[in-house]
Nanobody, 123 residues
Framework: QVQLMESGGGSVQAGGSLRLSCTLS????????MAWVRQAPGKEREGIAT????????SYADSVKGRFTISKDHTENTLYLQMNSLKPEDTAMYYC????????????????WGQGTQVTVSS
């Protein structure tokens, strides 16, 4: 059993920045993909960023490419999402997630999920 705990969400004006964190606990050695997924009210879940263990290969959705950066601190077992140049359309609940399979592209299906952290961007 593993647990994911997210933090760092909040309210920010358009053009601002936020840094989301996700602390992983338990045995996570068999989970080779870590990711961020978001969902706005009335909309489908959108996978926005992934990172694989070992080679640290990453992928991003077109909607956030060039603005968001996913990274992981292995000593702290913490996943990060640096969010720059935020837009009102970025407003959503942001979830961190992990999966046994390595990620080739952003996706919305994972083995474990955090509780989510709200990000609100005002115009």
């Amino acid at each position: 059993q593993v647990q994911l705990m997210e933090s760092g969400g909040g309210s920010v004006q358009a053009g601002g920045s936020l840094r989301l964190s996700c602390t992983l606990s338990g045995n996570t050695d068999i989970y080779h993909c870590m990711a961020w997924v978001r969902q706005a009210p009335g909309k489908e879940r959108e996978g926005i960023a992934t990172i694989n263990d070992g080679d640290h290969s990453t992928s991003y959705a077109d909607s956030v490419k060039g603005r968001f950066t996913i990274s992981k601190d292995h000593t702290e077992n913490t996943l990060y999402l640096q969010m720059n140049s935020l837009k009102p359309e970025d407003t959503a609940m942001y979830y961190c997630a992990i999966d046994r399979w390595r990620c080739l592209a952003p996706r919305s299906d994972f083995d474990y999920w955090g509780q989510g952290t709200q990000v609100t961007v005002s115009s």
